[in-house]
């Protein structure tokens, strides 16, 4: 059983920073960070295959946000920089095992597991 703990939410002004944990545990291939805003859907943010360090971005994070691991503590990151309000959501861990298709990396229905969230909020 796949188990994720998030960490690290807060509020910060815009153009801040803040790093997001995600402390997992159980067996995944596929490590991702998506995010949901009052009334909309929930967002791919970021994702990396553990094994080979493969990394994808949103268009929308490019250049500000950097996903990472550290696997001697199992713990999946996202450092979050130049931070904007429309940054503020509730952001969520989630987890997979195998290889999809680069057009559904950020499809939330390819992730079994999740985490309970950590709420970001990024002020003008």
Known sequence: QVQLVESGG?????GGSLRLSCAASGDTSRMGWFRQAPGKEREG??????????IYYA???KGR???????????LYLQ????????TAMYYCA??????????????????????????????
């Open 10 to 14: 807060g509020s910060v002004q815009a």
């Open 65 to 75: 946000f950097t996903i990472s691991q550290d696997n001697a503590k199992n713990t």
């Open 59 to 61: 268009d929308s994070v």
């Open 45 to 54: 943010v970021a994702v990396m295959y553990t094994g080979s360090g493969r």
């Open 80 to 87: 979050m920089t130049s931070l904007k309000p429309e940054d």
């Open 95 to 124: 987890a997979a095992t195998g290889y999809i298709g680069s057009s559904v990396l950020f499809d939330r229905r390819w992730y079994p597991y999740w985490g309970q969230g950590t709420q970001v909020l990024v002020s003008s």
